[in-house]
């Protein structure tokens, strides 16, 4: 199994253009999260979706935009970019319907995305 | 509020050496504790997880971890470190009856030859 895989690995935009990130993955789960990682910062959520169908905020969602389009495939999208989301960006799944539980998480490889 | 604590930004051991990575969190009960590790360039991969029973679980890559209700501590443990161990490592809490997962600031680990 391919597990979480995210699309692209690495991407540079310029201020004011948009992109999409991709995610998928192949084993069944119901819950899927975007995070994005900075140095000495963690992870911080962006968005999350709880099963499929319905999608909630995190702690950071000001600039982005999901949508999850099945059960597979949760993408993340950038409308217009800036400096301030230069970071490296993670897709995650889990078994669970959404509450944290004691399932963890499986997590793509992630994208960096360089906005200049 | 919940949060997570790694009090050590880096650690360098030498090979054959013994490792423990701090992890502190403040929660009002007992969370759903994890440790994760990243590899460079990669993404995180689940090493070990408590929920509950004995406080001495076991993971993948020989590492195991305690969790002691009374310090709110649930540190990372190695007996013997391989030069494939340098990486950083993340502790997270779930937090029950929420969508949250908090995630600590990491500890990166050096392993000298």
């Known amino acids: 199994n391919a597990g979480v895989t995210q699309t692209p690995k690495f991407q540079v935009l310029k201020t004011g253009q948009s992109m999409t990130l991709q995610c998928a993955q192949d084993?069944?789960?119901?819950?899927m999260y975007w995070y994005r990682q900075d140095p000495g910062m963690g992870l911080r959520l962006i968005y999350y979706s709880a099963s499929e169908g319905t999608t909630d905020k995190g702690e950071v969602p000001n600039g982005y935009n999901v949508s999850r389009l099945n059960k597979r495939e949760f993408s993340l999208r950038l409308e217009s970019a800036a400096p301030s989301q230069t970071s490296v960006y993670f897709c995650a799944s889990t078994q669970s319907g959404g509450t944290a539980d004691n399932y963890g998480y499986t997590f793509g490889s992630g994208t960096r995305l360089t906005v200049v | 509020a919940q949060s997570v604590t790694q009090p050590d930004i880096h650690i360098t051991v030498s090979e054959g050496a013994s490792l423990e990575l701090r992890c502190n969190y403040s929660y009002g009960a007992t969370p759903y504790l994890f440790w994760y590790v990243q590899s460079p360039g990669q993404g995180l991969q689940l090493l070990l997880k408590?929920?509950?029973?004995?406080?001495l679980v076991q993971g993948i890559k020989g590492f195991e971890a305690e969790f002691k209700r009374s310090q709110s501590s649930f540190n990372l443990r190695k007996p013997s470190v391989h030069w494939s161990d340098a990486a950083e490592y993340f502790c997270a809490v779930g937090v029950k009856g929420t969508y949250k997962y908090i995630f600590g600031t990491g500890t990166r680990l050096k392993v000298l030859a």
């Open positions: 084993m069944n789960h119901n819950s």
């Open positions: 408590y929920f509950s029973g004995d406080t």
